[in-house]
DNA sequence: CCAGATTATAAAGAAATTGTAAAGACGCAT
DNA sequence: ATGCGTCTTTACAATTTCTTTATAATCTGG
């Protein structure tokens, strides 16, 4: 259960481990970094969903870290300083920090405003929506579309195309298939593959007499080819 | 030079007219209520780019003008309060604030924390009103209208509507409708779920027997479907 | 190419799910 | 208390989906 990745740019060994212990433990994965130099660095490697970045760092000013960052990255970043002079609250939300918080903070607001930070730049709202030629699958709205038109699938028939394309490219045994989407004590009822997936074919295929998306691998099961 | 119209709601006079003088001289437009109430009919009448909320209200808690304010308003809200107990400002920053900030207040803090809160909430003209076909629905107002008469919903019609708005497109399950709207005690009585569906199509739908709004997704749940 | 095995398809009957009406229960305001 | 509107419950009808059967088509190995 990861709420998202978060990194840490802070020279003081006690606050990594605090932050660390702290994020770890409500679910956000977290990479420290303990100067300027290497906390760009891991930002640009795997851009994390939110930064938190000290001030204070030992081998260049905070404030130009965040510049520099500011440079390309969108997601929100948290400042975190023991100065709490308005001039410096001022300058680090203009330089595009999204809050700041002084340091001794409580860990229970920081965790807030960690969330609301996440929650209004709805970070990791990419809709997952796959296609393969002309179908179109967008898993979260449980949604199906070939070219234009939206087609209704029953929960099994849904169940089916989804184990495929989970698995796109890889042959599916019958005994797999049937135990995954029937349950354990269906494994020997391969006619139900038979019937779903030729409704499945005629829902998908443009032609189910030739199909391109389910395919046959008679004697072991079938294969999902997303592309060719 | 108006950089944004801000919605100041607080009922201390002297606060009042610090914001208003400080927000207009920095070239906000500024519009005040002094309670809940107030406040939350200005915002429905004209929805402002940001929402400065005092917390001690004289007619209602701060926190349940966050949760009405939230049921449909988008853009950023920074909590202003005199107390600074972290379960207050978790509290409000979990409800939806974007921002919270202890009395008294810095001026220069708060017009950048406003600055950074505009900035990255990418602020849209908020039109209250949604529209699908021949319905209109006003989240702020909880009004429906089919064509050009007022429908009457039970606020349990209202809430299931409001959930299916709020996930346009997207199917949502049985258990989950139930949760959300009755409650976790309920998620196996999808009876109830039946008997809502059919009134609201009889109030929503031109055709009941042929729902364009609210479609079934037979044995998992609900799909609303605002435009083809 | 053939024979046996496997796979495809349609369609009917069974089962599960969903839709609808209506009666009773409950709470709230008058 | 009374009436009204809403919620809850019940009963049954309508619809959808699943299961089963029958038969045709296709594949595989010799």
Redesign the interface.
Known sequence: MNKGNILVIDDEPQMQKLLEITLHSHGYGVRLAENARTGLALAADHPPDLVLLDIGLPDEDGHAVLLQLREWYTN?VIVLSVQSS?ED??RS??L????YLTKPF?T??L???I??AL???NVQDQEPITRYGDLEIDL????VKKGTEVIKL??TEYALLALFVKHEGKVLTHPYLLREVWGPGYISQSQYLRVFIAQLRKKIESDPNRPMYIVTESGIGYRFIGKE
């Open positions: 929100p308005e609250i001022i939300l203009d595009g920090a999204n809050d409580r229970g607001e965790l807030a405003r969330r609301s929650r209004t730049a979260a709205a449980r949604m029953t929960s």
